[in-house]
């Protein structure tokens, strides 16, 4: 008989929030992480921020440079605080098997000291993922240069970067949403897709991915998709499965260069095998077919649905979408439009290539 469920205890994954924004995003899931196994860390270069970031460690970085009162929104200057606490970071990178960062790109600490941090990861050999966010556009050209050169130098060092452009939130959520709605909004992707990894890299299922998996995958050239995709009935499994690829939040991505895919299915109870083959079929089908394609399924009682499906593709590359009759013709999978209240529980999350969106989009 098997062990459907055993906990990988000797698995760490730091989740590090690097700069205001980074630091604003551990603040949201501090409270909600339901995992020993996540360790969180704060890093910048502003003593004040650190002093109000729920986290396991606060890192401020340049206390020489800065005094701890910022980069003053100069990416060089957060370069060379980081480098100045080099060692610092690297006794944090050294203690984790997979590392996720938040950012925010456009100012200082957090463009100058990501790609820092993600070379000094890669030069230790761990994984790296970074969800980051690209500036309004009402917040000006400068700002957004800025934004792409930090995006552009980061994509050279980590295995995979998820960009959230602030400007489709307000494509999606509207003129009309708080503020601070938008953010929280923005914040519970990434909490989502935090805890799907570690759902997946920290419990052992019937079929197991695990750090070496991941890590083979993530070693993959090319751009990156990360989905997530939710539902109660089995019957909905392939409209998430869709729902998850096809994210009004992002642009659309071509999966057919992808090289390499994890597949992870998570579930309250059994799943049926027509349901897994279904999923696994619909996602091969999608990719090329001398692409490295890794399955994994869980039963986890605690998840907030009854299914849980996570997509990461690599070697895949982006492609702007001109109108929804394309968007629909070259597709695959059947997707299922996403209801607004629906739109953050089954996130999607691709690498962008693209530059941040214009002034007209507004």
Do not use: W
């Not at 109000?52 to 340049?62: F, K, P, Y």
């Not at 642009?251 to 059994?270: A, F, L, P």
Request: charged share 15%; net charge negative; with cysteine.
């Amino acid at each position: 008989m098997f062990q459907l469920i055993q906990q990988n205890d000797g698995l760490s994954i730091g989740v590090f929030g690097i700069g205001g924004c980074g630091c604003n995003t551990l603040n949201s899931i501090f409270e909600q992480r339901e995992s020993e196994q996540a360790h969180l860390y704060s890093v910048n270069t502003d003593k004040v921020v650190l002093e109000h970031t729920q986290s396991d460690e606060a890192v401020l970085i340049g206390a020489e440079l800065t005094h701890g009162y910022g980069a003053g929104a100069y990416p060089k200057v957060g370069l060379q605080a980081a480098e100045e606490s080099k060692e610092q970071l690297l006794t944090l990178i050294n203690g984790c098997d997979i590392i996720l960062c938040a950012t925010g790109l456009g100012g200082g600490t957090g463009t100058g000291a990501s790609p820092y941090i993600a070379q000094l990861a890669s030069e230790q050999g761990k994984p790296i993922i970074f969800v980051a966010t690209l500036p309004f556009s009402s917040e000006g050209q400068f700002r957004s240069n800025i934004a792409q050169a930090g995006l552009n130098e980061l994509k050279e060092h980590a295995n995979a970067v998820i960009t959230l452009p602030n400007d489709q939130l307000i494509e999606v959520l509207g003129n009309d949403i708080g503020l601070f709605d938008a953010f929280k909004h923005s914040n519970q992707i990434l909490h989502s897709l935090i805890k799907s990894l570690i759902d997946m890299l920290c419990f052992q299922g019937l079929i197991n991915v695990d750090l070496n998996d991941f890590a083979k995958i993530m070693d993959c050239q090319g751009d990156a998709v990360l989905g997530v995709g939710k539902c109660d009935e089995e019957s909905e499994l392939t409209a998430a499965l869709g729902s998850a690829l096809n994210n009004p939040l992002v642009n659309q991505v071509d999966m057919s260069s992808s090289t390499g895919v994890i597949i992870q299915v998570n579930c309250k109870e059994e799943i049926s095998l027509g349901s897994y083959n279904l999923i696994t079929d619909t996602v091969r089908q999608q990719v090329s077919p001398n692409a490295l394609v890794i399955c994994g399924v869980s039963k986890i009682e605690s998840l907030a649905t009854n299914y849980e499906l996570l997509i990461i593709a690599t070697g895949a590359s982006t492609k702007m979408i001109l109108d929804d009759t394309k968007s629909e013709s070259s597709s695959k999978v059947v997707a299922t439009k996403p209801k607004p209240s629906d739109i953050f529980d089954i996130p999607a999350f691709i690498r962008n290539q693209s530059a941040p969106p214009s002034k007209s989009s507004l």
